[in-house]
C-alpha cells in the first residue's frame, strides 16, 4: 500500500516536473526583463486553461484575466501558450502590412476542417487582389437587384409560419450572395446541398476540436470528404461549360481565378481553387449570417430605434413611383439611421472577435517579447466594450456613431493585411435586409430569451425564433 502510494507521489512528481520547468522559465522571463506578459499559471501542458476557455464561456474568461493582468496577458488555451492582446499599438504592430514576425493561423476546429495552410506571402496577395476587386463598391452596387431578390425570397413567406429559426434563414441568404459572388451560382437544388453541407461543416468547426464518433468535429471532418467531392464534380461541370461558354464574360470570383496566372505565367490547380473557393464561402456566409440575427435581436429589444429605422425605410419607399421597385445605390447610400445600427450592431455583437496569428520569430514591441512558436490572438472584443472608448459600452447606441471611432480602435473586420475583402458586402446585405424585413412585417420574438451561445463567437442561442406577421394585417 505504502509503496503504491510512493510511486503514485512519484509519478505526480515527475509528471508535474515538466510544466514547472516550463512555468519557472515563464517566471523568469517576465521578472527578468519583464517582458512575457503577466497570466495565471497552468498546470496540465496541453490542456492549460482550455477547459475554463470553453466551458465557462470565452467572455467571463476573457473578462476575468483582463480585469486582473489588463489589456495585454498570456495564458495557455487550444493547445499552445498564447498572448491576448487587446492595445490598439499592439494590434496595429501585429496586423501591420509589412511585420513578417507573425503569421496568420486558423483556430485548430476551423483548420482541421478547412485542411489548408493559411494563404501567405505573393499567393496571398494574389488572391487578395482577385477577392477584393470582386468586392469593391463599384463592383457590387451592379448586384443589388440579384442580392435584394435573393433576400425576398428568404424573406417572402415568414408571415406564414407558425415561427421562424431567423439563423436558418439568415444563413440561406448569406451563403447564397457568397455563392453568387464566387460562381454566379443561383438558388437550385445544387446550392441548397451545397448549404447543408455547410450546415454540418460549420457545427464541426464550431466545436471543440475532439475528433471521437459522435461529435460535431468527428463528423464535420466526415462530411468534409463528401463535401469537397461534391464541391470537385460541381466545379470540374462549370469549368466545363464556362470553357465552351466563350460568348459570355463571369465577373465573378471564379472566373477571376481560372484567367488569373503569376508572374511566371502559372495558373491556379484544381485543388488550389477548390481550397479557395471553400474557405471563401466559410469566410464569407457564416459570421454575416450570424451578424443578422443579432440586427433583429437588438432592433426587437428597442422598439424606439426599431421606429426610427421604420421611418427612415418608409420615406425611402413612399418617394418612390412604384414602392415595390428594386432598391438603387443612391436610396442604399441614403440610410444613415440604418447604417449607424449596423456600424453598432457589429461593435456589440463581435461576431469575429479575434484575428489569431502564430509567432515566426522572436519578437520584441514596446517592451512585450512574443516568442517564436506563441499564439496571439488581438481580442477586438477588448476594444469594442472597452469604456475608455465607447461610452457605456454594453448598452446598444447606434447614435453613438454620429461621431466617428477613433482609427484603430473600432475594428469589427480587422486590420492590416488581412482586413476583411467582404466589409463592403457585409454592410449592402444588412441594409438590404433591413429595408425589407422592417418595410414587410411585424414580428416578436417567441420561446424566450435562450441566452447567447458564446462558442466560438457569440450568437443568439437556438437561432432566435420569431412569430412575423404582414404589416398590413
Ligand atoms: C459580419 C460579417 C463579417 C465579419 C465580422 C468579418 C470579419 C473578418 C475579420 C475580422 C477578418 C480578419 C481575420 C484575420 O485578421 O485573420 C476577416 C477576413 C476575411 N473575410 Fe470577413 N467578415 C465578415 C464577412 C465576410 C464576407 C461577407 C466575406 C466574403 C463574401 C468575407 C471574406 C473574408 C475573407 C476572404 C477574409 C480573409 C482575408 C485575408 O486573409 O486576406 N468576410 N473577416
Not at 507521489?9 to 516550463?22: D, G, H, I, N
Not at 465557462?56 to 488555451?77: C, L, M, N
Not at 469593391?136 to 451592379?142: A, G, N
Request: charged share 25%; aromatic share 12%; hydrophobic share 40%.
Amino acid at each position: 500500500m505504502v509503496l503504491i502510494g510512493v510511486l503514485i507521489a512519484c509519478a505526480l512528481v515527475l509528471l508535474t516536473f515538466p510544466v514547472f520547468l516550463v512555468q519557472w522559465s515563464l517566471y523568469i522571463a517576465q521578472s527578468g526583463s519583464g517582458k512575457i506578459p503577466r497570466g495565471r499559471w497552468w498546470f496540465i501542458p496541453w490542456l492549460g486553461e482550455s477547459l475554463h476557455f470553453f466551458y465557462k464561456s470565452p467572455d467571463q474568461f476573457f473578462r476575468e484575466r483582463y480585469a486582473r493582468f489588463g489589456e495585454i496577458y498570456r495564458t495557455h488555451i487550444l493547445g499552445s501558450p498564447t498572448i491576448i492582446t487587446s492595445t490598439p499599438e499592439h494590434a496595429k504592430f501585429i496586423l501591420a502590412t509589412k511585420h513578417k514576425s507573425f503569421k496568420a493561423i486558423y483556430p485548430p476546429s476551423i483548420d482541421r476542417v478547412l485542411n489548408h495552410p493559411s494563404w501567405e506571402g505573393a499567393f496571398h496577395q494574389r488572391i487578395r487582389k482577385i477577392v477584393q476587386s470582386s468586392m469593391l463598391s463599384e463592383t457590387i452596387r451592379d448586384s443589388i437587384p440579384k442580392f435584394e431578390s435573393l433576400c425576398r425570397w428568404c424573406l417572402e413567406d415568414w408571415n406564414e409560419r407558425e415561427f421562424v429559426v431567423t439563423h436558418d434563414e439568415t444563413r440561406k441568404f448569406a451563403f447564397h450572395v457568397a455563392l453568387s459572388i464566387t460562381c454566379s451560382m443561383a438558388p437550385c437544388e445544387e446550392s441548397m446541398r451545397l448549404l447543408d453541407s455547410y450546415g454540418i461543416l460549420s457545427n464541426g468547426a464550431i466545436s471543440m476540436p475532439i475528433n471521437f464518433p459522435g461529435t460535431g468535429f468527428h463528423l464535420a471532418i466526415k462530411v468534409r470528404f463528401h463535401f469537397r467531392s461534391e464541391i470537385l464534380t460541381d466545379l470540374t461541370s462549370l469549368v466545363k461549360r464556362r470553357k465552351s461558354d466563350t460568348a459570355t464574360t463571369y465577373s465573378d470570383i471564379l472566373g477571376s481565378l481560372l484567367a488569373s496566372k503569376d508572374d511566371q505565367g502559372t495558373k491556379f490547380t484544381d485543388d488550389e481553387i477548390r481550397d479557395i473557393l471553400i474557405t471563401f464561402l466559410f469566410a464569407g456566409h457564416e459570421t454575416t449570417a450570424v451578424f443578422l440575427v443579432w440586427i433583429v435581436k437588438y432592433l426587437t429589444e428597442h422598439p424606439d430605434i426599431l421606429e426610427q429605422v421604420r421611418d427612415e425605410q418608409d420615406q425611402i419607399r413612399s418617394a418612390r413611383e412604384h414602392p415595390e421597385s428594386p432598391l438603387t445605390w443612391s436610396e442604399i447610400k441614403n440610410m444613415p439611421v440604418s447604417l449607424r445600427v449596423v456600424q453598432e450592431s457589429l461593435r456589440l455583437a463581435n461576431v469575429a472577435p479575434f484575428s489569431p496569428r502564430e509567432v515566426v520569430e522572436d519578437v520584441e514591441h514596446d517592451g512585450v517579447l512574443f516568442p517564436k512558436g506563441w499564439k496571439v490572438q488581438v481580442y477586438y472584443r477588448h476594444f469594442h466594450l472597452n469604456p475608455t472608448y465607447f461610452k457605456d459600452p454594453h448598452k446598444f447606441d447606434p447614435s453613438r456613431f454620429l461621431t466617428p471611432p477613433k482609427p484603430g480602435i473600432y475594428t469589427p473586420f480587422g486590420n492590416g493585411i488581412r482586413l476583411c475583402p467582404g466589409s463592403e458586402v457585409v454592410k449592402l446585405e444588412a441594409l438590404i435586409f433591413i429595408h425589407l424585413l422592417v418595410t414587410n412585417y411585424n414580428w416578436k420574438i417567441v420561446g424566450g430569451d435562450c441566452g447567447v451561445q458564446y462558442w466560438p463567437t457569440p450568437r443568439p442561442k437556438g437561432g432566435l425564433h420569431l412569430k412575423v406577421w404582414k404589416r398590413s394585417d
